[in-house]
T-cell receptor, first 113, second 111 residues
Framework: EPEVTQTPSHQVTQMGQEVILRCVPISNHLYFYWYRQILGQKVEFLVSFYNNEISEKSEIFDDQFSVERPDGSNFTLKIRSTKLEDSAMYFC???????????FGPGTRLLVL | DAKTTQPTSMDCAEGRAANLPCNHSTISGNEYVYWYRQIHSQGPQYIIHGLKNNETNEMASLIITEDRKSSTLILPHATLRDTAVYYCIVRVGEYGNKLVFGAGTILRVKS
């Protein structure tokens, strides 16, 4: 069964460093998402991406964040200058068509020191 | 998106049916009810969704009341591996709308 994959599974970085989290959505899916979950808290929406542009973003998704679909398969989340409070699990999700089901990847655990 | 109310936690005996309730009294006519679960810190896993009819798949059944103000997710024969946080989410089905997660229900399946 097709699945969303994410790399790396764990990332440790120093505060102020740039990180890129990578996702390979399910092929032929059209909508892509990033969510995050701080330890012990709810899953929070960050951004959605459709037709090569951001379709919606949350307040969390400030200028330090960016997303890109550099080729036909990858979907990346970049954090330009990481802060301690960016430590969280980051989940990528994809969706074939509006009204259908979002499928989530296993997540990347980001730890900012 | 409409808000949902779920119990904080529930226990279920292994092999018995787990019935997880959800209230969504402000649901709109074009909003679907989705259920996801999250096992430990894994990515949320889709379970089932419905609009107004009851639905069943290989994982679970979804019972939606006639007025659509509440629903129940049924895991017919719960196993220890069903221990997870279960999220009831309502959202407009059209468009690629985001999912808004609440705190969910912690289901503990006990042997």
């Amino acid at each position: 069964e097709p699945e969303v994959t994410q790399t790396p599974s764990h990332q440790v970085t120093q505060m102020g460093q740039e990180v890129i989290l990578r996702c390979v959505p399910i092929s032929n899916h059209l909508y892509f998402y990033w969510y995050r979950q701080i330890l012990g808290q709810k899953v929070e929406f960050l951004v959605s991406f459709y037709n090569n542009e951001i379709s919606e973003k949350s307040e969390i998704f400030d200028d330090q964040f960016s997303v890109e679909r550099p080729d036909g398969s990858n979907f990346t989340l970049k954090i330009r200058s990481t802060k301690l409070e960016d430590s969280a699990m980051y989940f990528c999700a994809s969706l074939l068509l509006a009204g259908k089901t979002q499928y989530f990847g296993p997540g990347t655990r980001l730890l900012v020191l | 998106d409409a808000k949902t109310t779920q119990p904080t936690s529930m226990d279920c005996a292994e092999g018995r049916a787990a019935n997880l309730p959800c209230n969504h009294s402000t649901i709109s006519g074009n909003e679907y009810v989705y259920w996801y679960r999250q096992i430990h810190s894994q990515g949320p896993q889709y379970i089932i969704h419905g609009l107004k009819n009851n639905e069943t798949n290989e994982m679970a059944s979804l019972i939606i009341t006639e007025d659509r103000k509440s629903s129940t997710l049924i895991l017919p024969h719960a196993t220890l591996r069903d221990t997870a946080v279960y999220y009831c989410i309502v959202r407009v089905g059209e468009y690629g709308n985001k999912l808004v997660f609440g705190a969910g229900t912690i289901l503990r399946v006990k042997s």
